[in-house]
């Protein structure tokens, strides 16, 4: 099993704490430093909060890091246009020499986009931008050299485009799709993706049998497609420093890790074992609290090494 560490600030976070967890990460042993792709907390009324663009972050970060993969999980498909995108994605892909991987989703935070004046459309409609979406990113990925890629869809036309983004990794960067929804989410990570992400760990063993099946109907081998979950973490040595840590959090923090696991590294490994015996190949671990280095430093130590041959 892998272990991802994903960022999610209680209150954002400047580039420069970015940067440090995304090299404690590294240091740590861990195969990967993802972020969210947000502009607001859960909290939209929290006016501590301070927004980062993930794609130019990772940017940075792929200069600044050496050896750990680094993504989104998972960039919103209202956010920008695909062309645009995928051009971005493959330019980080350069940047970091072959680590990057694009997690992405319909987009679901309403109240974000109203604050930004990002449209929100339906959920039915999110679902077939995304689907057009992944068509085109794949496809100015994949083209070759001395072709052209045209794309007539309902929202977004591409006309001979001979411009393709130059790429590290072939024949593309890794796609990630994921959500707890039964039918189109896994349709759409059968159809694009390299990896379903099953949301949190609750329920990942259904979700993840559903998702087979799904490639079974479309005539995908569902072995191609590998399994990640979310899942909060908090660690400590021992049991009461696992509740300092989760008391830092508040009772924002508390209430995401009613779903997680607040414990000694042998708890922790005990409940990844859990989600391993649920077919779970990767686990992207939530950190709210990004300036407890120490914490990133005790998994690394005591944890990563014992689920690597789960």
């Known amino acids: 099993m892998k272990l991802r560490v994903l960022m999610e600030p209680r209150h954002g976070a400047t580039y420069d704490r970015i940067v440090a967890m995304a090299k404690a990460t590294e240091e740590a042993g861990f195969d990967a430093f993802f972020r969210s792709d947000h502009y607001l907390g859960i909290d939209s009324t929290d006016s501590e909060y301070l927004p980062t663009d993930s794609w130019t972050t990772l940017g940075g970060l792929a200069r600044e890091t050496s050896t750990v993969k680094l993504g989104t999980l998972m960039t919103a498909g209202t956010y ?24 992405i989703g319909t987009g679901w935070y309403e109240r974000e986009h109203l604050a930004f004046g990002i449209p929100f459309p339906p959920i039915g409609e999110r679902f077939d931008r995304l689907d057009e979406a992944m068509q085109i990113i794949t496809g100015l990925w994949t083209t070759p050299h001395g072709d052209t890629f045209s794309f007539h869809g309902r929202f977004w036309q591409l006309d001979q485009c001979a411009n393709f983004p130059e790429l590290v990794q072939q024949p593309r960067p890794e796609i990630i799709i994921g959500g707890t929804g039964p039918r189109r989410t896994p349709l759409m990570a059968a159809r694009h993706a390299d990896e379903f992400n099953s949301g949190g760990g609750k329920g990942s063993r259904e979700r993840f049998e559903n998702a087979r099946r799904i490639c079974e109907e479309i005539g995908r081998d569902p072995a191609t497609l590998r399994m990640s979950a979310t899942y909060q973490v908090i660690c400590g040595s021992t049991r009461e420093e696992a509740q300092q840590r989760l008391a830092r959090l508040g009772p924002p923090g508390e209430r995401m890790l009613s779903g997680g696991v607040v414990g000694t590294p042998p708890e922790v490994i005990g409940s990844l074992e859990e989600l391993a015996h649920a077919g779970c190949e990767t686990v992207y671990l939530h950190i709210f609290d990004i300036d407890d280095l120490d914490h990133l430093r005790l998994i690394g130590s005591e944890v990563v090494p014992q689920v690597a041959s789960m």
């Open 80 to 103: 920008r246009n695909p062309a645009v995108l995928a051009i971005a994605v493959a330019s980080v892909d350069q940047m970091s020499g072959g680590r990057i991987c694009l997690g």
